[in-house]
T-cell receptor
Framework: NAGVTQTPKFQVLKTGQSMTLQCAQD?????MYWYRQDPGMGLRLIYY???????DKGEVPNGYNVSRLNKREFSLRLESAAPSQTSVYFC?????????????FGEGSRLTVL | TQLLEQSPQFLSIQEGENLTVYCNSS?????LQWYRQEPGEGPVLLVT?????EVKKLKRLTFQFGDARKDSSLHITAAQPGDTGLYLC???????????FGAGTILRVKS
């Protein structure tokens, strides 16, 4: 019953440090997504991967990189963290080819950049 | 500027009251979804509406997709404290792989 698993759940960074958020899903979904959630802004798409081997930019990709390591795993990297990247990050997955398909979310990773 | 505008942003009501949350856009969507999120958790899908004018009911929750597929509403009858949470609408473009989310409505139901 794992679904979508994100690590770490909490992280505090200093400005300029780098880190990688890990995400894995066990539902055999083709599409995976990274969103950030800020108060009053809802969920904004950072990057997504429609299928293994492909990645595309979302609404707010600047300052981030992603890697679709295999079908299960999709990581988000901050190369040089900035205070503006303080946020809650959510990974999600869904079956490919279904525009009506349900997004399954992880529990979130809470990142603070000092 | 949000592609999907949700209103109201905050709603605090007493148990037993009715409420409606709106999700509006100037763009046409092939489908629209409503999610509910509780503190410390990820959003969970409540419903997907696909056809213009479609109405779906989920117990005390009624969802409607506008005829032109540009807007949607969520109506809750006789709200209960367990309905408390953040309600998010999300729209999908035709053949698109990306979902666009509204900013959300925070609902608090007091007992």
């Amino acid at each position: 019953n794992a679904g979508v698993t994100q690590t770490p759940k909490f992280q505090v960074l200093k400005t300029g440090q780098s880190m990688t958020l890990q995400c894995a899903q066990d539902m055999n979904h083709n599409s995976m997504y990274w969103y950030r959630q800020d108060p009053g802004m809802g969920l904004r798409l950072i990057y997504y991967s429609a299928s293994e081997g492909t990645t595309d930019k979302g609404e707010v990709p600047n300052g981030y990189n992603v890697s679709r390591l295999n079908k299960r795993e999709f990581s988000l990297r901050l190369e040089s963290a900035a205070p503006s990247q303080t946020s809650v990050y959510f990974c999600a997955s869904r079956r490919v080819g279904l525009s009506t398909g349900e997004l399954f979310f992880g529990e979130g990773s809470r990142l603070t950049v000092l | 500027t949000q592609l999907l505008e949700q209103s109201p942003q905050f709603l605090s009501i007493q148990e037993g009251e009715n409420l409606t949350v709106y999700c509006n856009s100037s763009s046409v969507f092939s489908s629209l979804q409503w999610y509910r999120q509780e503190p410390g958790e990820g959003p969970v899908l409540l419903v997907t509406v696909v056809t213009g004018g479609e109405v779906k009911k989920l117990k005390r929750l009624t969802f409607q997709f506008g005829d032109a597929r540009k807007d949607s509403s969520l109506h809750i009858t006789a709200a209960q404290p367990g309905d408390t949470g953040l309600y998010l609408c999300a729209g999908a473009r035709e053949y698109g792989n990306k979902l666009v989310f509204g900013a959300g409505t925070i609902l608090r139901v007091k007992s």
